[in-house]
């Protein structure tokens, strides 16, 4: 979980830092990283009692421990550094490697299950991951019994499990149990390691050289002789060229039809849950008809202008076989004073980043706050990476409009058809 699913360096880490202050010990950032590419330091209390120890302070475990779940859990009237964690990867590509694995996922944590219950209850993920093994419940990785118990849960053999974590101890652990592990670098491994081999080099092109390099820091080398089959990068992306799609994986309540004969991309989809239904029918190939109801007029004013603008008759999973076309798409559109600039890649890896420069609360009634969230929700559920930018106005109707305008046309270049493309991945693969 930590490192992998949840930011730690403010929590956790942090945590560590604070509580050797308490006994006028300094630990750095760079120590916690050196203590746990040693291995050996899954434990953060007991880890923090190390460093105290090695500093020639006298404190029980149980006296550090107590000190670290104040800082981290907070007290009355001061939130904890708990409050500080973050989702690393995209909400929408955990969704999609759930929809992918016939067997689920699981989580295997050096937290108390408390922690690890808190983190998954915040970001909504309890119903992604059919089995959790903790702190309380036996001996901690590198052991590789959380690894064989987690497998035990699914019912699944440890031969077909890949462990995804953060330091060696992960790696061994997995290993041990008889299952592959592959690395993932923190967030601030990552930071740590452009600073180091970009920033203080001499020449431009020595910089490119370094960063394509593929240089691994200490933390990501540690793991490699653990026996990881591979490094990736924050946010999982890449497990998505790991994890073959199945044909058969679909999202419960959602029926959907496609159809690519005599060259005609449209496909069908309609969704019924509790909460909402949902029919969308969409021809890539359309002439910019919509036919939107969603009971939120200045919402179907925007997608309207998405449609019209990318020639779509109007989800997201339209595109069948991700060959043949251009794959990167991107536009600037005006709309008087307003001015966005939209990039497109349909590359598998859900991601959004936008920023609207929305500076209203409502647009007739629709929430500003959700316009922003449509964007995002369609780039995780269509899996492709959407960039979208207002770079200048000051009406937000017009910022707004501008920027679904600007979506729809690098959409429009993003999908258009090319036959000399094939499949338009050095990995010959877009899932």
């Not at 180091?196 to 593929?214: E, N």
């Not at 609207?356 to 922003?372: A, H, Q």
Request: proline share 5%; aromatic share 4%; with cysteine.
């Amino acid at each position: 979980m930590d490192g992998v699913l949840a930011e730690v360096s403010g929590s956790y880490r942090q945590a560590i830092v604070d509580t050797a202050a308490a006994w006028d010990v300094t630990v750095t950032p760079e120590q916690i990283e050196a203590a746990k590419a040693k291995g050996n330091a899954n434990n953060d209390w007991v880890l923090t009692r190390r460093f105290l120890t090695e500093a020639g302070k006298t404190a029980t475990l149980e006296e550090v421990t107590d000190k670290f779940e104040e800082l981290y859990q907070g007290t009355p009237g001061k939130p904890g550094l708990c409050t500080l964690e973050r989702l690393i990867p995209a909400k929408g590509l955990l969704e999609e490697l759930n929809r992918r694995l016939p067997h689920g996922m699981g989580i295997v944590t050096g937290r108390p299950r408390k922690d690890c219950d808190t983190f998954l209850k915040a970001h909504g993920l309890q119903s992604l991951f059919r089995a959790a093994v903790c702190m309380d419940d036996g001996p901690p990785k590198p052991d590789p019994f959380p690894v064989r118990r987690c497998a035990e849960l699914m019912g699944v053999d440890t031969k077909e499990c890949i462990l995804i974590g953060d330091t060696p101890d992960d790696i061994k652990a997995v290993v041990a149990a008889g299952g592959r592990g592959v690395g993932v670098r923190t967030p601030l491994d990552q930071a740590h390691m452009y600073f180091k081999y970009v920033f203080r080099v001499r020449t431009p092109l020595d910089q490119a050289h370094s960063w394509l390099d593929g240089k691994l820091s200490a933390l990501a080398e540690s793991m490699r002789q653990a026996g990881a089959i591979d490094i990736i990068e924050p946010g999982c992306a890449a497990l998505l060229d790991l994890v073959p799609p199945r044909q058969d994986s679909e999202a419960p309540g959602t029926k959907r039809q496609r159809t690519e004969t005599n060259g005609a991309r449209v496909a069908s989809i309609s969704r019924k849950t509790n909460e909402t239904k949902i029919s969308v029918d969409i021809n890539l190939d359309g002439t910019g008809k919509a036919s939107i109801n969603t009971g939120l007029g200045f919402l179907d004013h925007m997608l309207h202008a998405m449609a019209k603008h990318g020639r779509l008759d109007l989800t997201l999973k339209a595109l069948g076989a991700r060959a043949g076309i251009a794959r990167f798409g991107n536009a600037f559109c005006p709309l008087d004073e307003a001015l966005a600039r939209a990039v497109v890649d349909i590359s598998s890896r859900p991601h959004a980043d936008i920023n609207l420069m929305l500076t209203r609360e409502m647009i007739g009634t629709v929430s500003t706050e959700m316009l922003p969230h449509v964007l995002e929700s369609f780039a995780q559920a269509a899996r492709i990476t959407l960039h979208v930018d207002v770079i200048k106005g000051f009406n937000c109707h017009h910022k707004a409009e501008s920027a679904f305008k600007a979506t729809g046309v690098a959409l429009r270049h993003a999908i258009r058809a090319d036959a000399t493309a094939g499949v338009p991945s050095t990995k010959g693969v877009l899932a």
